[in-house]
């Protein structure tokens, strides 16, 4: 399979302890996104990545939130201090940017519930 | 800012039945339009898209009509089917650097043999 992968598909942590995601792109791809889905709602932009720079973050993100894209391949979303509503979907996104705007194509996600 | 609003669900058809599920847009300029589907267990998957003005989108019998004059981009099919249930979810992209989608809140299908 060569679509965007995230792992893990589940965590369940408990409140004040931190987790840590991973995001694979498809092979190439030099952008990658990460979103937050709630229940009930869309996706909401937080980050993105053009190759290893890490270029707009969404006021979402507070400061316990960290993203990395070390060597331009794949990312991580590091979350520090849980927070019961941190619980959500967290989304990644890839995509090949040729100049113009290109179709994301996302992973699965990575659901997190904090007790 | 920027904004996106559905018609909340969920929508329960009977297969065969004609669907449409309303989307309009708040934005500022020209930005494109896309619709993404989300079927049970999986990721968000790119339904299809329009970039311009007038421009229609067309995948697997669904299609949706940019419409600047109203700011709607309106998803139909004309008979669905079962394997068609799933959450739908209209998105914008603005034409800058990021090119972030943002969504609405999805609209939940349902169909029933």
């Known amino acids: 399979d060569t679509g965007v992968s995230q792992n893990p598909r589940h965590k369940i942590t408990k409140r004040g302890q931190n987790v840590t995601f991973r995001c694979d792109p498809i092979?190439?791809?030099?952008?990658l996104y990460w979103y937050r889905q709630t229940l009930g709602q869309g996706p909401e932009f937080l980050t993105y990545?053009?190759?290893?720079?890490?270029?707009?973050k969404s006021r979402l993100l507070s400061d316990r939130f960290s993203a990395e894209r070390p060597k331009g391949s794949f990312s991580t979303l590091e979350i520090q201090r849980t927070e019961q509503g941190d619980s959500a979907m967290y989304l990644c996104a890839s995509s090949l940017d040729q100049g113009l705007p290109e179709t994301q194509y996302f992973g699965p996600g990575t659901r997190l519930l904090v007790l | 800012g920027d904004s996106v609003t559905q018609m909340e669900g969920p929508v329960t058809l009977s297969e065969e039945a004609f669907l449409t599920i309303n989307c309009t847009y708040t934005?500022?300029?020209?930005?494109?339009l896309f619709w993404y589907v989300q079927y049970p267990g999986e990721g968000l998957q790119l339904l299809l898209k329009?970039?311009?003005?007038?421009d229609k989108g067309s995948n697997k019998g669904f299609e949706a009509t940019y419409r600047k004059e109203t700011t709607s981009f309106h998803l139909e099919k004309g008979s669905v089917q079962v394997s068609d249930s799933a959450v739908y979810f209209c998105?914008?992209?603005?034409?800058?650097?990021?090119?972030?989608?943002?969504f609405g809140t999805g609209t939940r299908l349902q169909v029933f043999p």
């Open positions: 998105a914008l992209r603005q034409p800058d650097n990021t090119d972030k989608l943002i």
């Open positions: 990545f053009q190759n290893e720079a890490q270029l707009e």
């Open positions: 329009a970039t311009k003005a007038d």
């Open positions: 934005a500022t300029g020209y930005p494109s």
């Open positions: 092979s190439e791809h030099n952008r």
